[in-house]
């Protein structure tokens, strides 16, 4: 049974991204004009952007938004392939 | 977005930026600095309590003077630390925080709104028992030193707020 938080969690790939492009936390809190820690925070799903951050994070990295954030787990890397292998 | 427009701002920013002493990354740690500011409070109220039974008179102007003292000096010690732990969140200016520090504000500042009501309810209670039991006695010096232990807390309550409320840092990449 889902609780209260659960449902209000807003899953992210900010850390994929920005592994992916080599940008720091520092970086991309500097270029979002956030703290740092607020990225962090974001990362750890301890926080859920407001709409104006998410699509500056989704402008940042050249992406669609729901590329960057779901109201779905984000399938992890390789199952969707391994699925598709298989059929 | 956090806009700086004076040198002061920028000098804030930055003491504020730095990483939280690895001994209060943890919640025990910021929540012993808590429990150490509300000791520091509870001698503010000490010397109110004193003041109220014994004002005026020389027992209880050095009670006061020794709790207010070290409740002052404490205090200030510990604030200090807790400033930088919230990372000024409930110090800098609005236009300098992020929109997660800004909601953690209001947060704060709605939660210490509702303590302090119940705090003044409850100090009216005390001070109306207190009469009652004692006619009329209502020496000056208490009152002062009453205010000034109300003041001081609804002045901190939101950091102290905060402070608990604040989840684990999150290291640098560096350290992690």
Known sequence: ?87 | MTTVHTKREEKLLAAFQADVPSRYATQSGRRGLVYTSIVCLALFYASAVVCWALAPSDAAMYVTFACDGIGLVLGALVLGRMFVVTRGTTRLPDHLLDERQAMEKLRAHSTSHRLTLLLLFATMLLIELGMTSEGDHSPSAAVVVTFVALVVTVWVLPLLVTTWRMPDPIPDEDDA
């Open chain 1, 1 to 87: 049974m889902p609780t209260d938080k659960d449902k209000e969690l807003v899953h992210n790939r900010i850390a994929v991204l920005r592994a992916e492009r080599g940008v720091s936390r520092r970086e991309l809190a500097t270029a979002l004009g956030v703290h740092y820690q607020t990225v962090g925070y974001l990362e750890r799903g301890e926080y859920s952007p407001s709409l104006h951050l998410a699509l500056q994070i989704a402008e940042h990295f050249q992406v669609p938004v729901e590329v960057v954030f779901s109201l779905k787990p984000f399938p992890l890397i390789g199952s969707t392939t391994s699925q598709g292998d298989s059929k």
